[in-house]
């Protein structure tokens, strides 16, 4: 029966929605005591994971159920802030009427970054994930809500073809929408009433750990795609996310005053964590790239509170974390633990940044305008990319000149290789496979 959920929820390419897409089969197939439904939305300005907690809360419920019978857990806990009211009455009464059992309702506290797994953990388990390690190593599994969905619906034989996602920022009406996967991010701009500035930049996800798109006109909706911000170039959001590496070693090197606020409202720091953000911006000044300290740095989650909140001074030890990570990770080099027990700071909660600061300091509190849902987009063309997960791409199924139904597989995993299955996404004919993307044009 577990074997059968797995299998289905790998045919239907169901990856994880909220962060880097883990095909959601390998989750599946661990064995834990409870599972977690992060419905946090931690990120700022992001609205569709509340909206599905409040519209879809059924298919949500059906879809924790199936992971926990793969699991084996007999508690699931939905996990979210009491700001999103509706979304919390809708839960509480679902797992109210829930027959099955083992339902529970988390209410969160109104903090960054509440949805970062281990803080999730650890907030509602009082458990503490090893230093690089996982939820499951502390018998947990965290499933975002919009995957849930998708298991839910994979049971019923339906792949992942689509995505919910916030628009928000410079646009005509900030919205909550549903588009196929593989929709040209200009056409969602334009669908959201068009940029309202001639100059603009994308970021891809939310204003914290997002991406700002090198390529708009060739930039498309993915399995992950939570959010489209459009902002002006010169916004603090955007500039600090583009700038050259050379100028953060530049700014690294000439402006911290190591006054450690970096280290003291780490997460992952006040989870216990070996991490101290402040020690590795000294290790980088001094390149002294092979220190035991300059390990620490395969233990940042890349949250970016200590660049968009924490510094002072403006500098950025999640870049600088992320290129020592970076390197480390090419060498080979391995974390390994102390073995010290872990004991979260007795600060921890005090120390908790809650998401209205966040938004004053980040300059986004104007386009915090809780955003409705919209309606479904539906595109004349598509550009589906093989790869939108962890792990290897997919393998191509078709040609040009082939005519496709919505949902019909057009990518397949890798033969012995971690990947994630991909599904055409509107009904149409091939138009070309190039560049690791299959185009369809309705
Ligand atoms: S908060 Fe900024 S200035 Fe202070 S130690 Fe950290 S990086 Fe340096
Ligand atoms: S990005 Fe900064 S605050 Fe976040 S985990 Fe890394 S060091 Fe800590």
């Known amino acids: ?115 970062d797994e281990q803080v999730l ?39 992942v073809t689509h995505r919910y996602l916030t628009v928000a920022g410079e646009v005509g009406r900030s919205m ?12 969602i701009i334009a669908f959201a009433g068009g940029a309202t500035i001639p100059e603009y930049r994308v970021v891809d996800g939310g204003p914290m750990m997002g991406r700002v798109l090198p390529d708009v006109s060739r930039a498309v909706v993915t399995k992950t795609t939570s959010g489209l911000l ?3 170039p010169d916004h603090n959001v955007v500039v600090r996310k583009v700038m050259d590496p050379a100028r953060v070693r530049q700014i690294t090197n000439s402006v911290c005053c190591q006054c450690s606020r970096c280290t003291d409202l780490c997460p992952r720091n006040l989870l216990g964590h070996s991490l101290h953000p402040h020690k ?9 790239l092979e220190s035991e300290i300059a390990r620490e740095a395969l233990l940042c989650s890349e949250c970016g509170l200590c660049e968009k909140f924490a510094c002072p001074m403006l500098v950025s030890p999640r870049e600088v974390n992320a290129q020592i990570k970076k390197n480390l990770m090419q060498g080979g080099v391995k974390w390994e633990s102390s073995g010290r027990p872990l004991e979260a700071n007795p600060f921890r909660e005090e120390r908790r ?24 987009y539906t595109p004349k063309r598509v550009s589906i990319p093989l790869r939108q997960h962890i792990g290897a791409p997919a393998v191509c199924t078709v040609a040009a000149g082939a005519r496709v139904k919505c949902g019909d597989l057009i990518g397949e995993i890798p033969e012995k290789a971690m990947g994630a299955r991909v599904h055409a996404s509107i009904d149409g004919v091939v138009e070309s496979v190039a560049d690791g993307m299959i185009t369809i044009k309705a």
């Open 176 to 187: 909550v929408l549903k588009a196929p996967v593989g929709t040209p991010v200009e056409d």
């Open 1 to 115: 029966m577990e074997n059968q959920i797995v299998d289905k929820i790998r045919e239907a390419g169901v990856v994880g929605a909220g962060g880097a897409g883990l095909p959601t089969h390998v989750k599946a197939d661990a064995k834990v005591d409870t599972v977690l439904v992060n419905g946090a939305s931690c990120e700022p300005l992001l609205m569709s994971d509340p909206y599905l907690m409040e519209s879809e809360v059924e298919t949500l419920l059906r879809g924790l159920h199936a992971v926990m019978d793969c699991t084996g857990a007999k508690r699931g806990v939905v996990c979210l802030k009491g700001k999103h009211a509706h979304a919390l009455e809708s839960v509480r009464a679902a797992a109210a009427r829930d027959a099955s059992g083992g339902i529970e309702v988390f209410e969160l506290a109104d903090f960054y970054p509440a949805g």
């Open 353 to 376: 940044v809650p998401t209205a600061r966040l938004l004053r300091r980040l300059d986004l509190a104007e386009y915090d305008t809780h955003p409705g849902y919209a309606g479904e």
């Open 280 to 288: 590795l911006m000294r290790v980088f000044a001094s390149q002294d």
């Open 230 to 232: 459009v902002l002006p």
């Open 121 to 159: 953990v650890r907030e509602v388990l009082g458990r503490t994930v090893p230093e690089r390690g996982l939820p499951l190593h502390v018998g947990a599994v965290v499933s975002n809500v919009e995957t849930l969905c998708n298991v839910a619906r994979a049971l019923d034989g339906q792949p």
